[in-house]
């Protein structure tokens, strides 16, 4: 069974429906990068599919046990959210909020794994510092060990690269592929670089103009979306 399976989604906000009819289906393993224009319904996508909104139509069903609560998300960064003043393993540890329940402190298990996916993105060594004076590599690796505690199955990230250079990218890409490919982590990602979508991604979802294509990386490449954009802007 999929972990996510979408059919016929119709996907609106503010009284407008901004795309119809959007199928698709994420397994264990598969990294799929999200794709399309500003308004096309990318962000509206990430919300539905942790249940901060629900669909105009259609249905999006979780599988393999599967809950909205056990989705890894690594968010767009705020300004405000750059300056938080915590240490990076306070930070980490609060992802482990949903598991923690009703207990007033944190629990030796959450606190292990909290420390695991520290370990994991090589952390340990910055635990103790304040989060707001990391680079932006750093706050977004540990925002990353952060999204780790919530779950080993998918992780959710919107725009993750968004304002960093182009070393710190290519390595947090790096990082993400190992964790899709090395251990199993499924991945969905909004992106606007076709490019990097395109070398990380088994999958790409490309939402435009209140359509979609949805297919494996060989199967986009040889689609009318894709042949649109040939020799055009690799950002979407």
């Known amino acids: 069974m999929a972990l996510i399976e979408c059919k016929n989604v119709s996907l609106g906000y503010e009284n407008r429906i901004v795309c119809s009819g959007l199928n698709f289906r994420v397994e264990r393993g598969d990294f799929l990068s999200v794709v399309g224009e500003n308004g096309s319904g990318k962000s509206t996508l990430m919300k539905a599919i942790l249940g901060l909104k629900e669909t105009a139509d259609g249905h999006l069903h979780f599988g393999d046990g599967l809950t909205a609560r056990q989705i890894g998300y690594l968010p767009q960064q705020t300004t405000l959210q750059r300056d938080f003043p915590a240490s990076v393993q306070e930070v980490v540890l609060s992802g482990c909020l949903a598991a923690k329940g009703r207990h007033l ?42 999204a780790l505690c919530a779950t080993e199955t998918l992780l959710l990230l919107d725009e993750p690269v968004a304002g960093l250079d182009p070393l710190v990218t290519a390595d947090f ?36 103009g209140g359509s979609a294509f949805f297919g494996t990386r060989d199967d986009y490449l040889a689609s009318d979306f894709y042949r649109r954009l040939a020799g055009g802007d690799r950002h979407v």
């Open 105 to 146: 402190f944190f629990q030796k298990a959450q606190r292990d794994r909290a420390a695991a996916a520290m370990a994991r993105l090589d952390l340990l060594g910055l635990k103790h510092r304040c989060y707001r004076e990391l680079s932006g590599g750093q706050q977004q690796r540990v925002l990353l060990a952060r």
């Open 173 to 208: 890409y790096r990082l993400v592929q190992t964790l899709n490919r090395e251990d199993g982590v499924t991945v969905i990602m909004v992106s606007h670089d076709l490019f990097d979508a395109l070398a990380l991604s088994t999958h790409i979802l490309h939402m435009q």
